[in-house]
């Protein structure tokens, strides 16, 4: 417990365990609310209990809000289209004070996506961290003005001491900061190419003042422990491997998890031969130094775009008769890896898995992969002929003349030049909302999709530092723009832990115009995640029906829905204000052509 003023209100006391302090829930980024007063048999009665504006979205380019918001003491702090920080009243959704990093800077663009932000605090000292484009504000949270004195006058342009020359090249942060003790850390860093791009090395900041503490290379310099992954000098010039989707923190011993993207360019890597460590690995970081701790590479010599999308979850489970401090890792290629949270190894076997070379001039490929062989994938791997979608005789002549023209395969099957299929796609499978994971019921919840990419190269331009480039990259889609692969096309997944499989799978959404049709229920692609509670109830959004639900944690039964003004493509949260739980989602669309919204929706019983 804990005391703490409300601005313009009298002292309360709040219980920290029962609000959202974390991006992820907690420090872990376990997505678990010990908060019990919404339950199976009283979810069907949730209503709105206030919603919240945030006045900045815009429809041509369309905006969308991928925030979790978080809540301490009583306040809860967001950021919205334009990437704004805003305190709200928890209880009320009153509007306390509005943060602008951008005031002044007219575009017609959002600066970005930004997923949320970070608090801290040291006694009287409370301060939320923001990232906006390659810069961290550090920002009073009573008064929403500036720390003055972090950085320069509340900011750090984190293009800045990167050990890096970044003439030309860009930065950016999407996912929010963590903190452990008074080390601020900080991921971000370039895109994935073919275009130069800045690596995405690893910072931790002093909390107080802003000066560097130290940085972790995510691309090993000469010297650094797995430089030799690298050829030549292709260490120097390599961008990406970055971490875009969130870390987490153990707590318990002091680390840091990151799980890394791809290197640069993340299709053909001719030019950068090896297994290019530390791209596509979880890597747990000594929070107050910098220095390695584990690591476990999950794709060696990416050209599949097979990054890690979200934050690794700190979970504590029980396997085998025994209780396990593990780390979960969802994988855009379906996995969900899980890792002996003290040294890196794999809690559930691991098969390493021969895969065929790249007929791309210039490429070597690992000559295997690891696959784990608990829990299964939670979408389908590779690509079959039986596959392709079935709804019409249309729509599966219009997508099987695509695929008769490409090459596929099992997972991990290489895209020669003239073209071939990756599956699951670039957005996976699970992507950024990562999994929750019940302590109760020993069980992870993970929302994943059914999205399949094609893509085809080219000579790239002169003066580029790759030889090839994309001719196409698109997604696999009917002539009426659904899934070309057979449904379903989204799920919901429980994993019972100590069995290492699944305990119950339901179809997640549906396109209502195909139902109306008769196409039974397809599911639907989702961006965001789902939590989970002590009170049995799972929460997911992000489905294209624009729907927020409620599952039933032990069965998957769908015990609420509720239909949002737009797309509710985040990751929702729950907490305790004022004697009540309320379920806080963004509800903004703008996503694949959806309309743009700016609303906050807190539901309450």
């Not at 318990?252 to 031969?273: C, T």
């Amino acid at each position: 417990m804990s005391a703490a003023t409300l601005p313009g209100a009298r002292a309360k006391t709040f219980d920290r365990a029962k609000e959202w302090n974390h991006y992820g829930g907690d420090a872990g980024a376990s997505r678990y609310s010990p908060a019990s007063r919404i339950t199976k048999s009283n979810v069907k009665s949730l209503k709105v209990a206030w919603t919240h504006k945030t006045a900045d979205s815009n429809a041509r380019p369309a905006t969308s809000i991928e925030c979790t918001p978080i809540v301490v003491d009583g306040v809860l702090y967001l950021t919205t289209a334009r990437v704004k920080v805003q305190a709200l009243d928890a209880a009320s959704g009153k509007l306390l004070w509005t943060f602008d990093p951008g005031e002044g800077v007219a575009a017609r663009r959002a600066p970005g996506v930004n997923r949320g932000v970070c608090y801290w605090e040291e006694g009287d000292d409370r301060r939320i961290f923001a990232t906006y484009r390659d810069q961290l504000w550090a920002i009073n949270a009573k008064t929403g003005k500036p720390v003055e004195g972090f950085g320069a006058k509340g900011m750090l342009d984190l293009k800045e001491n990167f050990d890096h020359d970044m003439k030309g090249l860009t930065f950016k942060h999407s996912s929010p900061v963590v903190v452990f003790k008074d080390v601020v850390i900080t991921g971000g860093g370039g895109g994935e190419g073919p275009y130069p791009e800045a690596p995405g090395h690893i910072r931790g900041w002093d909390a107080k003042t802003g000066q560097r503490r130290w940085i972790f290379h995510t691309i090993p310099k000469p010297g650094e422990f797995g430089h030799e992954t690298w050829s030549g000098d292709s260490w120097k010039y390599t961008g990406g491997t970055n971490n875009w989707g969130g870390m987490s923190v153990d707590t318990k011993r002091g680390l840091v998890i990151a799980g890394i993207g791809s290197p640069s360019f993340d299709y053909w890597g001719g030019n950068r031969s090896g297994d290019n460590l530390f791209g596509n690995c979880v890597l747990a970081i000594d929070a107050l130094t910098g220095k390695r701790k584990w690591h476990y590479q999950i794709v060696r010599h990416d050209i599949w775009d097979y990054d890690m999308p979200c934050q690794a979850a700190v979970i504590t489970m029980k396997y085998g008769g025994k209780t396990v401090d593990a780390v979960v890792q969802p994988t855009k290629q379906a996995f969900l890896f899980f890792l002996d949270r003290e040294t890196g190894k794999p809690v559930y076997p691991v098969e390493e898995r021969s895969i065929p070379g790249s007929k791309m001039p210039g490429e070597v490929l690992a000559k295997s992969q690891p696959h784990p062989l608990k829990p299964p994938p939670v979408s389908r791997i590779g690509w079959q002929e039986d596959w392709i979608t079935d709804i019409s005789p249309e729509a599966r002549a219009h997508v099987k003349a695509i695929v008769d023209k490409l090459e596929h395969g099992k997972l991990f099957h290489p895209a020669p030049m003239s073209g071939g299929i990756i599956h699951p796609g670039f957005r996976g499978g699970p992507l950024w909302g990562g999994c929750s994971f019940d302590p109760k019921r020993n069980c992870v919840f993970i929302s994943s999709d059914e999205t399949t990419n094609w893509i085809s190269f080219e000579e790239s331009k002169p003066g580029m530092n790759v030889k090839y480039a994309l001719s196409n990259r698109r997604e696999l889609l009917d002539h009426e723009g659904y899934p070309g692969i057979k449904p379903p096309w989204g799920y919901m997944t429980a994993i019972d832990l100590e069995k290492g499989d699944f305990k119950w799978r339901v179809v997640n959404g549906e396109f209502k115009e195909l139902t109306r049709r008769g196409v039974k229920k397809t599911g639907t692609p989702s961006h965001g995640g789902c939590i989970c509670t002590a009170g049995g109830v799972v929460f997911m959004a992000g489905t294209f029906d624009k729907m927020i639900r409620a599952f039933d944690s032990d069965t998957g039964e769908v015990l609420w829905q509720y239909e949002l003004p737009a797309g509710g493509f985040a990751t929702p949260m729950t907490y305790e204000a004022g004697g009540k739980q309320y379920v806080v989602i963004a509800a903004a669309g703008g996503k694949s052509g959806s309309e743009a919204n700016d609303e906050f929706i807190a539901f309450s019983l």
